[in-house]
């Protein structure tokens, strides 16, 4: 388990006495985050519609360069359903130079219902055990079941018991279920409620996982991560939005590479620098037009911007 995953969660935490946070203003290109500090990844939804397996995208990312993936827990059950060696894609993922920095999950572990609940707790450990066979650590932890516009509005105390049930079976199976922000859901949604579950949570390992596209798309904006610690983002989903379709309509099929689109970017990578930041970041896309793409060209053209974002030259 991540050494960093026992210190403090909010550098906000200590901030009495101290100057503001400062960003957009103080960051310039040259200290954007050095390459040495983070690390490349592909989740792999950016490349979904092309339909390759599991170990053609594992060939295919080392190839274009990426350090690490970030593979679907409904992929890694549909490689193994088919008969097909966990320990052998273990092994291609590590002979490559690679590792699984995360994995995207849905178990329901926030739902009300105490059954469905228990359900979803029991699924995350499968889920958990699957991400561990080959050698990760973090999954996500979204709040599905609670995301559909009707779904009722949990309280976030409450919210903070059922994460701490959630991390403490991560706990059992050594793998860190990351307190996702969905911009779009009925639940946390904003960047400040899942902030407020982490912390009432009052579990050395909670963490969240942001993402551009779901900050944006949430209202959230990109100030609230000066107000965090770098040792609670592992992983930061990595993507873009055009300026149409507006915010309350845009959805996931509209994201672009990052730095195609309108997100403020020195504000973002600024932000990250000025509170440590140093996990991985993953490029996380749905778009239809590049799953039409050569995935080869698709990877390359991702890497090459996001570098370009995080440690320009």
């Known amino acids: 388990m991540p050494p960093s995953t026992r210190r403090g969660f909010l550098a906000a935490c200590a901030v009495a006495g101290t100057s503001p946070v400062t960003l957009g203003t103080t960051t310039s290109a040259e200290e954007a985050l050095p390459m040495e500090t983070i690390r490349f990844c592909l989740n792999t939804s950016t490349i979904r519609g092309q339909q390759l397996s599991l170990e053609q995208i594992v060939d295919l990312a080392a190839a274009a360069g990426y350090q690490c993936i970030e593979p679907w827990i409904r992929e890694i059950e549909a490689y193994r359903d088919a008969g097909k060696s966990l320990p052998d894609l273990r092994k291609r993922i590590a002979d490559h ?56 509005r949990v309280d976030l105390r409450i919210a903070a018991e059922r994460y701490c049930a959630a991390l403490e079976v991560g706990r059992e199976m050594d793998v860190i279920p990351q307190l996702e922000v969905w911009g779009f859901s009925r639940n946390l949604s904003r960047l400040s409620e899942t902030a407020f579950v982490a912390v009432e949570s009052n579990h050395p390992d909670a963490c969240i ?66 509170i440590g ?27 090459e911007k996001m570098k370009a974002l995080f440690a320009p030259k």
Request: net charge negative; proline share 7%; with cysteine.
């Open 209 to 274: 996982l942001p993402d551009v596209y779901h900050l944006y798309k949430g209202g959230s904006g990109f100030q609230g991560l000066g107000m965090l610690s770098g040792n609670v983002i592992h992983c930061f989903h990595v993507n873009d939005y055009p300026a149409d379709p507006p915010r309350t309509e845009i959805n996931d099929s509209k994201r672009v590479y990052p730095g195609d689109g309108i997100a403020p970017w020195k504000e973002i990578v600024g932000a990250l620098n000025q």
């Open 277 to 303: 930041f140093s996990g991985v970041v993953s490029l996380e896309l749905f778009n239809e037009a590049l799953w039409k793409q050569d995935p080869a060209l698709v990877l390359k053209t991702g890497l």
């Open 97 to 152: 130079g690679l590792t699984v920095a995360s994995s995207i999950g849905f178990a329901h572990w926030l739902v009300d219902d105490d059954q469905e609940r228990r359900r979803g707790l029991e699924q995350l450990k499968r889920d958990m055990e699957l991400i561990r066979s080959l050698g990760g650590r973090l999954i996500a932890a979204p709040p599905v079941g609670m995301q559909q516009a009707d779904a009722p």
